[in-house]
């Protein structure tokens, strides 16, 4: 079975700097697709950008981007100039090829300081 | 995009009790799932909703304690059967578009329902 890491059950920056989030995951599969998704304490979840595993460019969604290695199997979340609305928990996700279930993180709360 | 509403938003519960939740998509979809999220944890997938069919359920759960309905192809009940403190969490609706079994399509959630039980 997949399981996903995230390392960083907390983290914070300044507002308009870079942070990055970790995530790293474990599979025998060469064909998935990974997931960063936002759950704001509104609580409704919101996806955030997505990559597929056989597309080596990593996905960039405005001042969102990831860090994909494939090889060491890590998903890196970065967001650029951050801003108060970013303030959330941030889960990875992976779901494989053929398959319909989401196999979230334990999350990283992200708070952002003004 | 398609919306997703829950029903109810919260609800504070006696021990020994059922909830049901309601989950509605305003658009048809094939596939429905139904989460748990602990107090500051995960989410842990309950299980499948399956139109016409029972639900597919993931280990660690089952119908008698979480009994769920799917009559079509845009609404879902789950039901939280004889309720403890421990089934205090977030339950969550979500759903795949179309046919996105393994795709990188976005799958959507309810706002979901918070949970107490006494």
């Known amino acids: 079975a997949q399981t996903v890491t995230q390392s960083q059950p907390e983290m914070s920056v300044q507002e308009a700097e870079t942070v990055t989030l970790s995530c790293t995951y474990d599979?025998?599969?060469?064909?998935?697709?990974l997931f960063w998704y936002k759950q704001p304490p509104s609580r409704q979840m919101i996806l955030v950008i997505r990559q597929e595993a056989y597309k080596q460019q990593n996905a960039t969604e405005n001042r969102f981007s990831v860090n994909f290695q494939k090889a060491a199997k890590s998903f890196s979340l970065k967001i650029s100039d951050s801003q108060l609305g970013d303030a959330a928990m941030y889960f990875c996700a992976y779901r494989s090829f053929g398959n319909e279930k989401l196999t979230f993180g334990t999350g990283t709360r992200l708070t952002i300081i003004p | 995009s398609a919306v997703i509403s829950q029903k109810p938003s919260r609800d504070i519960c006696q021990r020994g009790t059922s909830l049901t939740i309601q989950c509605q998509v305003d658009s048809q979809v094939t596939m429905m799932f139904w989460y748990r999220q602990q107090p500051g944890q995960s989410l842990t997938l309950i299980a499948t909703a399956n139109q016409g069919s029972e639900a597919t359920y993931e280990s660690g759960f089952v119908i008698d304690k979480f009994p769920i309905s799917r009559p079509n192809l845009t609404f879902s009940t789950l039901t939280v059967s004889n309720m403890s403190p421990e089934d205090s969490s977030i339950y969550l609706c979500?759903?795949?578009?179309?046919?996105?079994?393994?795709?990188?399509?976005?799958?959507?959630f309810g706002p979901g329902t918070r949970l107490t039980v006494l």
């Open positions: 979500s759903f795949l578009p179309g046919t996105s079994a393994g795709t990188s399509n976005e799958q959507f």
């Open positions: 599979t025998s599969e060469s064909d998935y697709y």
